[in-house]
């Protein structure tokens, strides 16, 4: 029996609360973690969770071991790579989860350039506007905006989001221009549906701010299709600038409203407790940091342009 591998099996399955989304995450079939838990099951000679056809409970032996675990498997993986690094060849397995408006785009020449500094690490990316629980969806960190959703979660913010009212120059010629936020009431508007405002939009404006209720002719959860409605002259949307930059700056969109600026969200790295001290996961955060610093290239273009104030709005 190979304890560590049916320790971590057990985090797994307790973390995902399901013995097939434990069995997908760790790329081995169902069969091969019921026979790990059965084995660490019988060699403490008590049942680690409770089953049935639906649900998958920890029993009140596996609660009390579960917390020790975790921190084991943790810090075996922790000593795992820096044994490597003491190499000069951080390795291994790193999953990350990202929100599909920041991948598309904008990601690729940083992976390029993250495996050409670090080739012996295999990065898996999970690519969702889905908000998740790095823990339980088995992944070493997710690239969100939204806050970390509890304790024992770790959120490091890696640069701000801002967000635009756009429309093409096309769309604008046939319409009356809004000069007030509230004239987007006007309008056939294309909004993202994964804020934590929800249909409350604030915005500020030398120094006073507004707060507006808007409605959506298109409501989605994804910006890149809120972009593509924007393009065929439909309406007015609200897409993040890393989405937008380059149509605004090739004129294909135009701001609405620009002497108004909306609040911005942050991207944030959320990632367990457990695994603040994760070599591949440090590199990896450094990295983007590196990469996009603290005003990210698309947004420094816009300000350049005079179409983004340089000033940083945070406010929700």
């Not at 810090?75 to 820096?82: E, G, L, T, Y």
């Not at 609200?238 to 701001?255: F, I, K, N, S, Y």
């Not at 367990?272 to 698309?298: C, G, N």
Request: proline content about 5%; charged content about 20%.
């Amino acid at each position: 029996m190979d304890r560590l591998q049916n320790l971590e099996t057990f985090v797994r399955v307790a973390q995902t609360q399901s013995f097939g989304e434990a069995a997908q995450q760790l790329r081995v079939a169902k069969s091969v973690v019921t026979t790990r838990i059965k084995q660490l099951e019988d060699y403490l000679g008590a049942p680690l969770f409770h089953r049935s056809t639906r649900v998958v409970r920890l029993s009140e032996l596996g609660q009390a071991f579960l917390r020790d675990c975790t921190q084991l498997v943790s810090r075996a993986n922790d000593v795992v790579d820096q044994m490597r690094n003491v190499r000069g060849k951080p390795a291994g397995t790193l999953r990350v989860h990202a929100l599909t408006g920041f991948v598309i785009g904008h990601f690729g020449s940083l992976l390029r350039e993250f495996q050409d500094t670090y080739p012996d690490i295999h990065l898996e990316l999970i690519v969702s506007d889905a908000v998740v629980d790095p823990v339980k969806a088995g992944v070493d960190c997710a690239l969100q905006i939204f806050p970390a959703a509890s304790t024992e979660l770790i959120s490091r913010p890696l640069f701000a989001v801002r967000r635009v009212f756009c429309a093409t120059p096309q769309y604008l010629a046939r319409h009356e221009v809004p000069k007030d936020p509230r004239d987007l009431h006007h309008h056939p508007l294309g909004l993202y549906s994964g804020y934590p405002t929800r249909d409350r939009w604030t915005f500020r404006r030398e120094g006073s701010e507004l707060t507006v209720y808007l409605s959506a002719a298109l409501l989605t959860n994804s910006v890149h299709l809120l972009r593509e409605y924007a393009l065929e002259h439909a309406g007015i949307v609200c897409v993040p600038t890393l989405v937008a930059a380059e149509d605004l700056r090739q004129g294909r969109l135009q701001v609405v409203l620009p002497g108004y600026e909306l609040s911005s969200f942050w991207l944030s790295a959320v990632y367990a407790v457990s695994s603040r001290d994760a070599l591949k996961m440090k590199l990896f955060l450094e990295h983007i940091t590196s990469a996009f610093a603290r005003v990210p290239p698309w947004d420094a273009a816009l300000i350049e342009r005079g179409m983004l104030p340089a000033e940083l709005y945070e406010a929700y």
